[in-house]
């Protein structure tokens, strides 16, 4: 069955890095646009980054521009999210989204917090 699994989430300090990983399955991964979003506690999930299925055209929240790099392996059915110069307000649980056409598929998520 289709299968989403995100990982790489932790407890990290301001400034620092984390690699969250989107593991793939079910689906012919390489035709799905990835996306990358987050939720935070009392707000809603908002969209923080994109690559395309083929061309692995990239795009970013301005909030996390320069700081994070979305990329994908599609012979291994994983995407990646880098993420560097932490901030607290990126406190949230962090989620991989494939999307084809009217198709699309969430993983359950992966939690990070940013804090001393």
């Known amino acids: 069955q289709v299968q989403l699994v995100e990982s790489g989430g932790d407890l990290v300090q301001p400034g620092g890095s984390l690699r969250l990983s989107c593991a793939a399955s079910?689906?012919?991964?390489?035709?799905?646009?990835i996306n990358w979003y987050r939720q935070a506690p009392g707000k809603e999930r908002e969209w923080i980054a994109a690559?395309?299925?083929?061309?692995?055209?990239?795009n970013y929240l301005d909030s996390v521009k320069g700081r994070f790099t979305i990329s994908r392996h599609n012979p291994n059915y994983l995407a990646y999210l880098q993420m560097n110069d932490l901030k607290p307000e990126d406190t949230a649980v962090y989620y991989c989204?494939?999307?084809?056409?009217?198709?699309?598929?969430w993983g359950q998520g992966t939690q990070v917090t940013v804090a001393l």
């Open positions: 989204n494939a999307r084809y056409y009217t198709e699309s598929y």
């Open positions: 690559i395309t299925s083929t061309s692995g055209r990239t």
């Open positions: 079910g689906f012919t991964f390489s035709r799905y646009d």
